[in-house]
């Protein structure tokens, strides 16, 4: 089937839906997901959203922190801009209907995570994310210029590839006329011919093996933008989160929110003593990468499979009523936070790098924007603060959205673009040949491409890489197109991005740590 839109937004996580609502008072709008409408690492989102909101804080010190954490390659103008519209963009959540908690003076209720130097954390109890992921889908349902549509699977974008012509990663005009989808009730790939198009895919927690991201964080839209040859940065910045809950049957991991940090919870080796003041002074309230680091470091020299963290002695009315999602969570497995020790190990958690935009948005191909994690704006650096993810969604949704909705006035619809040929394509029996060689995948960069690398490791991960990639493209070549082949292609794409990257950094930064660079 075909369809014409205006504005075309794939993802329906933070920075999807808000920029739908934005654009939808100047035209169609049409947002595709591929599973449920509120299936994203939004959803998952705890700890909840940085911001300067009183002037017992202050821009300066957010701009600091968040330059500190990305270890001196942040782009400072991106940092501040960020920051100082992060108010705007709060007071407009809230307006969309989202709520936030308060305190007893009717003022936000502040939380403070690792890198922070202020409590400045705004949050709905340990389920932030859930509750904008609510208010946001309230909002979009509201809206009778947004069609939203779930189980619709964004293959590849729509380029002049697509009409014959040679594209390089040269061609200096490389632009986007839309997507092709599979239709998830049909089976069929159908052509969206979009004046403007804006991916906003989220993360690829699953090209690891332990990540506290849903199984839909397979990287879509930066494998997407690789095949198309636009522009894509910062891959080897993997952010680790230091607290999933050691559970090992669970899948995502379950992420223990760094703000029982913040309210004083501390980090105990597997014998319960603790260990951070042998790493840093900001003890467990370290920046992520140190605080993964030195996690990843005691259990290889404890041989351990996990360590622990200590909330019992926080008030126990404070921590049931401020983490009940947690203190639930733990319950179902027999650990009472108030009287265990929660077992913990580091998990993939986010990606800091992605499709590369600038202020607007903008990617590198005309007519294509990104927002959230799957884009690269230059806030993060080498390492994302806690808590700057949801800010930074937000902030770029509305700055791409200012853009596009400019531009749909002068672009046009791409009639002559063709439809998917399926020809010839024979239906791939043997799944066996796509969940053995994810598995392989997640288990190359979890061994040789995670928190701590060597020139060794890097080396075997390409190599082996290679070997996977060509095997799933000649299954690809030959195979009718389905979700589970194309999410393994865009998993491939991504791991050979971090890893390419990783060969590339000649230096420690941020997330990337190499022993052949100390
Ligand atoms: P997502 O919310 O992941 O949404 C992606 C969307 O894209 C989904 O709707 C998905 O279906 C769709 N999609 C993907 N591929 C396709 C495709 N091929 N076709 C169609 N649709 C597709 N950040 C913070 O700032 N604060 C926190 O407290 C915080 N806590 C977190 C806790 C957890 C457990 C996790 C995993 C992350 C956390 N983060 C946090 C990070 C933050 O939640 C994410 O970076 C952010 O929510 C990403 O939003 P997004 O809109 O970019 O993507
Ligand atoms: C957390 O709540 O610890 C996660 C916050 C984040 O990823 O920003």
């Given at each position: 089937m075909r369809h014409e839109v205006d504005f075309l937004v794939i993802g329906s996580g933070i920075a999807g839906l808000s920029y739908a609502l934005k654009v939808a008072p100047y035209g169609k709008v049409c947002v595709l997901t591929?599973?449920?409408?509120?299936?994203?690492s939004t959803k998952y989102a705890q700890g909840g959203i940085a911001a300067?909101?009183?002037?017992?804080?202050?821009f300066d010190n957010h701009i600091k922190d968040t330059l500190v954490a990305g270890d001196g390659i942040c782009d400072r103008e991106v940092v501040e801009m960020t920051i100082r519209e992060a108010p705007e963009r709060i007071n407009e959540l809230v307006q969309y209907g989202v709520n936030f908690d308060l305190n007893k003076n009717g003022r936000f209720d502040l939380h403070r995570e690792g890198g922070h130097s202020e409590f400045r954390i705004l949050h709905h109890k340990d389920n932030t994310g859930a509750e904008i992921e609510r208010g946001l889908l309230q909002a979009i349902h509201d809206h009778p210029n947004i069609e939203l549509k779930e189980n619709q699977f964004a293959i590849d974008l729509i380029t002049q590839h697509h009409l014959g012509q040679i594209v390089t990663k040269h061609t200096p005009d490389i632009t986007c006329y839309g997507a092709y989808a599979l239709n998830g009730d049909t089976h069929e790939i159908d052509t969206y011919l979009a004046k403007t198009t804006l991916l906003a895919t989220g993360g690829m927690g699953n090209v690891y093996t332990t990540t506290t991201t849903p199984i839909i964080s397979t990287g879509d839209g930066v494998a997407m933008v690789h095949r198309a040859r636009g522009v894509l940065s910062d891959m080897e910045f993997v952010q680790f989160h230091p607290t999933s809950l050691y559970n090992p049957a669970e899948k995502p991991a379950f992420l223990i929110t760094e703000a029982l940090r913040g309210a004083g919870a501390i980090l105990k080796d597997h014998k319960g003593n603790e260990f951070m003041q042998k790493y840093d002074e900001?003890?467990?309230?370290?920046?992520r990468d140190i605080v993964a680091r030195a996690i990843d470091n005691e259990m290889k020299m404890a041989g351990v499979e996990h360590l622990y963290l200590d909330a019992?002695?926080?008030n126990k009315h404070e921590l049931i009523t401020g983490f009940p999602t947690i203190y639930a969570k733990c319950l179902e497995i027999g650990i009472n936070i108030t009287k265990d020790m929660i077992p913990i190990r580091p998990a993939a958690h986010y990606q800091c790098g992605g499709i590369k935009v600038d202020r607007r948005g903008q990617s590198s191909i005309h007519n294509l924007y990104a927002a959230g994690?799957?884009?690269?704006?230059?806030?993060?650096?080498g390492n994302r603060l806690a808590s700057n993810s949801l800010l930074e969604a937000v902030v770029y949704a509305h700055n791409a959205a200012m853009d596009a909705i400019e531009r749909v006035k002068v672009v046009d619809f791409k009639k002559e673009v063709p439809d998917w040929n399926a020809d010839g394509m024979k239906l791939n029996e043997e799944l066996v040949l796509i969940t053995q060689t994810k598995k392989e995948l997640q288990e190359i960069m979890s061994n040789y491409v995670g928190i701590v690398r060597s020139n060794l490791r890097l080396q075997r991960a390409f190599v082996r890489l290679n070997l996977i990639y060509r095997e799933t493209e000649e299954l690809y070549q030959r195979s009718v197109m389905t979700e589970e082949l194309s999410e393994l292609r865009n998993l491939i794409a991504c791991s050979y991005l971090i890893t390419k990257m990783a060969m590339a950094r000649k230096e420690n930064r941020g997330l990337h740590y190499s022993i052949d660079l100390l």
């Open positions: 591929k599973g449920d409408a509120s299936e994203g300067v909101m009183y002037g017992s804080d202050s900001r003890l467990s309230l370290a920046p019992r002695h926080i994690e799957c884009s690269c704006t230059g806030l993060h650096g």
